[in-house]
């Protein structure tokens, strides 16, 4: 009798607990029900918000790597002339402006004084404000490491040897220069669109975006463990994939590189 009451009194060691909770995330993918949603898991909760999260990040992403990578080789193009300048200054105040202060300028701008577009993330219109606010860092970002490299490869040997056998501009551009100036942007890009996916928690509260950065910071305030648990793993797990992919994307951008 006192044995058996000992042990619902005191559970199992933490080292047990910890192993115990490895073993079911590896074989079942089961992060254990959430404390807080009562009759949920918190797999389920995950996987709703990422439903949401998904459909934001990438779409927010890959405008982000469409524009910055046109913006940042035009700007290379034009080195130093009007329109660098603009371009540089602009993507300095978009990487120096906090994603928390751009959402809530475009939300008093857009949603409240010209009433253009809904404030609640929770409708696909409503999307549109959050896919901007989330797109204007890395835009930014990548347009500047695409104008960093672009001037990098502009100056390397086999560049002027093609512009001497009278290749035509845009065949050196497209065809040697934008594809070798790629790989920093294709180091970033992944990280990158890891955590973009996974939600942005700031953004994601601003907007009321029904996703998982709103439902782990939630998770959070509500201390509810396991949630918090689940999304850092799930986070984790996207970032080791995406490098894995970026690392594999290098080889197909320059056959040059050795992967080993």
């Not at 797999?43 to 405008?63: C, H, P, Q, R």
């Not at 939300?107 to 009433?115: C, D, W």
């Not at 220069?177 to 920093?184: D, E, H, R, W």
Request: hydrophobic share 50%.
């Amino acid at each position: 009798m006192g044995r058996s009451w000992a042990r619902k009194l005191y559970p199992k060691p933490l080292s047990t607990q910890y192993f115990t909770y490895l073993k079911d995330v590896v074989t079942r993918l089961d992060f254990g029900p959430s404390l807080k949603q009562r009759g949920r898991t918190v797999i389920e909760i995950i996987g709703d918000g990422m439903k949401t999260s998904v459909k934001l990040g990438v779409i927010a992403a890959f405008s982000a790597l469409a524009v910055g990578v046109v913006l940042g080789s035009f700007a290379a193009l034009r080195r130093n002339k009007f329109v660098d300048k603009i371009i540089m200054v602009v993507t300095t105040a978009f990487v120096s402006m906090p994603s928390f202060i751009m959402g809530s300028l475009l939300l008093v701008l857009f949603a409240i004084r010209l009433k253009l577009l809904p404030a609640n993330g929770a409708t696909p219109a409503g999307l549109i404000l959050p896919i901007i606010t989330l797109a204007l860092y890395p835009m930014a970002y990548i347009t500047r490491l695409t104008r960093s490299s672009m001037l990098d490869v502009l100056g390397q040997d086999y560049i002027r040897t093609a512009k001497a056998k009278g290749v035509s501009g845009l065949n050196i551009i497209f065809g040697h220069a934008l594809k070798n100036s790629l790989i920093p942007v294709i180091t970033y890009f992944g990280p990158m669109l890891a955590y973009i996916v996974t939600g942005s928690l700031v953004v994601e509260q601003i907007f009321a975006v029904p996703g998982i950065g709103r439902a782990f910071v939630s998770s959070i305030t509500n201390r509810d463990y396991p949630m918090v648990m689940g999304t850092t793993i799930v986070l984790a797990c996207l970032i080791v994939v995406m490098n894995l992919v970026s690392d594999i994307l290098y080889k197909i951008v320059d056959p040059r590189i050795n992967l080993e």
